[in-house]
């Protein structure tokens, strides 16, 4: 099948499947749409109707309130009319009878004045009621002990039953001015709460019901008690709540927080048939906490609404499909035929090993001219490949050849620096001491280096050193460091501070890149153990005990790096060895060498791994086991820095040596590590 049919087939596949599945997907958003718009003003609508509810049962509380006051203005207007009375000698009939005045003009049912001690002395009764109030201890109730204690001025109360004449009142009290008794005021249950609750909260529903294309109604108290239920009469459906109903409002009860549920969610079912959205909102009490709920259920029914998406969507979907399928012919015929055309060229181009002719010259030059789209872009893009596509093979081989050179004259470099480093100790060899060292370079060549040579029958020469560079730059300052420590050694040997003074001062007229390198140089006298030693900004070397164990020395007189300021001071230390002890000296590519969590090895490592070291091993048993050591801790991690390792084991004097045929030659391993060592001993 050719890419024209192919084309088409994918555009005529993809037209088929987009549209239908762009009306699916369309249907499926005015679903959400018109869920979403009736759940909105649902949760709006439910809002406000428990806002309203709140406000209904908020309003007997607020009249109760406002008759408080009132009632509580007017037994203090009795308490100073009393008072006032009581300062003219008013007699008691008289008080009596004004209260009676007082309670018949404004339809109060009681009026009470008592002593200090709770006891009535004037009131607006007649004597038998009073008598009757009196005998039920109305006014020795436990709610006005505050006021006859002096602890508050004014006592409203709930209602109070007198089981005497079986009446129910509310009193407000308020203490007399001179606080030697109280006034009473009495005061009927109003009806306001269930005229509110009966009447007005019903009133609301149906008119909310009526207004609004609402199913059903509910108002609960927090026990979920209905206070009011009304449906649509034109339609048949109870008011009776189901269990996952029940416990939706009680969801929205314990939450505060309104909320909505689709009854049947299933997509198919809502769009051919009708479903019901259930919202409810918390109806809050006066306190600020929720005490009931107000729940409503709204039909949603998209069957009218997808019919007409239907008609119109089918209709225009197929004909839209048969106006894609005949725009993609032509569309298709530009993009094919110019592809085919780089396709034989393409072909050409290989067969003529890359050199275009000028009749291939001239076609893609008329794609890419012809064309400003992709095709034009990518038929230019061809001709330019072309043209530099010799120039770039030319030009890789060449860089292909010095690579090897430069690569080639590494290698050598690196067999020339590891020459350089001792490989054979000497002859005859000597029992009195055992030395190996061991420089692993981070890159082809490093900058790390040691050296031992023999001064004379009883004195060793040793150092080790590390340049502050990698590299071939640090390759030739190591090269130029070990030269001028051998001759300088060879020269003058009394003291190993001169030796390096004299090191310090020559690396400093010709270093032009200012580089600099640490040194630790040191003379062993083979028959004491005494080792005369000189520190240029070195690692501290350890000490490996006869009792095992690995002590770090502490710099005392130690001097600044080498090749840093010509007329830097170093000075002498001695070291004492006891006979099978071990000196330990290293570079700082040990102590930083780091794992792939980026932790250093560091000091207190090696000298844990040190002291695990055999106190009777060899020098190259002690190199190997620290090794070992640092390429367990590093794993996988690329080493970042060279590696050098000096180990020196002093056996004591001794007059015995050993055959020639016994002296160890220890070249290069392929790794490319340098090492030099000897392993003596009586056989």
């Known amino acids: 099948m050719t890419l024209r049919r192919r084309l088409f087939l994918l555009v005529t596949t993809i037209i088929a499947i987009g549209l239908p599945s762009a009306a699916g997907v369309f249907a499926y958003v005015s679903w959400q749409s018109v869920l979403q718009r009736t759940e909105s003003e649902g949760t709006l609508i439910a809002q406000t109707l428990a806002q309203s509810v709140t406000f209904i049962q908020q309003v007997p509380t607020v009249i109760n309130q406002i008759v408080d006051k009132e009632v509580l203005t007017q037994a203090d207007m009795v308490a100073q009319l009393t008072q006032l009375a009581l300062r003219k000698k008013a007699s008691a009939e008289d008080i009596n009878h004004a209260l009676r005045t007082i309670a018949a003009n404004n339809d109060i049912p009681e009026i009470w004045v008592t002593d200090g001690g709770g006891n009535p002395r004037f009131w607006s009764l007649d004597d038998i009621d009073a008598s009757i109030a009196g005998d039920s201890g109305l006014t020795s109730r436990p709610a006005f002990k505050p006021l006859l204690q002096g602890q508050q001025f004014r006592v409203s109360t709930d209602l109070l039953y007198r089981p005497l004449d079986q009446r129910a009142l509310f009193y407000g009290a308020v203490a007399l001015p001179d606080r030697q008794g109280m006034a009473l005021i009495a005061r009927l249950p109003s009806r306001a709460n269930r005229i509110i609750h009966s009447i007005g909260l019903k009133r609301m529903v149906e008119t909310v019901l009526a207004a609004a294309q609402i199913d059903t109604i509910w108002i609960f108290d927090e026990n979920l008690e209905p206070l009011a239920a009304t449906s649509d009469p034109r339609s048949n459906t109870t008011t009776t709540l189901s269990e996952a109903q029940r416990s939706f409002v009680e969801t929205v009860i314990s939450t505060s927080a309104a909320a909505s549920y689709l009854e049947d969610s299933n997509f198919r079912k809502v769009l051919l048939e009708h479903a019901f959205l259930y919202v409810a909102a918390p109806i809050f009490g006066a306190d600020g906490l929720p005490n009931g709920a107000a729940l409503m259920r709204l039909p949603v029914n998209m069957r009218a609404e997808m019919d007409s998406l239907l008609t119109i969507g089918g209709g ?89 050179r430069i690569e080639g004259e590494m290698s050598a470099a690196r067999d020339i620096q590891m020459g350089m480093l001792p490989r054979v100790f000497g002859s005859p060899l000597d029992a009195r001491f055992d030395l190996h060292a061991v420089l692993e370079p981070a890159k082809a060549v490093g900058g790390d280096l040691f050296d031992f040579f023999p001064l004379d029958e009883r004195r060793l020469f040793f150092l080790i050193g590390d340049v502050s560079d990698k590299g071939v730059p640090a390759a030739l300052f190591m090269a130029v460091t070990k030269t001028l420590f051998t001759v300088e050694a060879k020269r003058d040997s009394s003291s190993v501070a001169g030796i390096m003074e004299r090191v310090n001062r020559s690396l400093c007229e010709n270093n032009p890149e200012g580089m600099f390198v640490t040194v630790f140089a040191a ?73 792939s969590a980026h932790e250093l090895f560091k000091e207190a490592r090696l000298g844990d791994t040190l002291a695990t070291v055999a106190p009777a091993c060899a020098a190259r048993t002690i190199i190997d086991q620290v090794i070992g050591a640092v390429r367990a801790f590093v794993g996988q991690h690329p080493q970042s820095d060279d590696i050098t390792l000096l180990a020196l084991r002093w056996h004591g004097r001794g007059d015995s040596e050993l055959p020639a045929t016994q002296q160890e030659t220890v070249p290069a391993d392929a790794s490319g590590e340098a090492s030099a060592g000897v392993m003596v001993g009586n056989a």
């Open 523 to 595: 003379i062993i006298d083979l028959d004491s153990g005494e080792i005369s030693c000189s520190d240029g900004g070195h690692e501290l070397p350890f000490v490996l005990r006869c009792d095992g164990a690995a002590e770090m020395l502490e710099k005392k007189k130690g001097g600044l790096v080498l090749g840093f300021v010509a007329d830097t001071v170093y000075r002498d230390d001695i070291i004492r060895l006891q006979p099978g002890e071990a000196l330990v000296l290293y570079t700082d590519g040990v102590t930083e060498a780091m794992n």
């Open 316 to 404: 225009v979907t197929v004909a839209l499909l048969l106006l894609g399928m005949l725009l993609a012919l032509p569309f298709l015929n530009r993009i094919v035929r110019p592809l085919s055309l780089l396709t034989v060229q393409t072909h050409r181009l290989v067969a003529h090993n890359f050199d275009p002719d000028e009749e291939m010259h001239a076609e893609l030059l008329k794609i890419s001219e012809n064309r400003k789209d992709e095709v034009g872009y990518l038929g230019n893009a061809l001709y330019s490949m072309v043209t530099t596509l010799k120039t770039y093979i030319a030009d890789l081989k060449a860089t292909t050849a010095a690579k090897e």
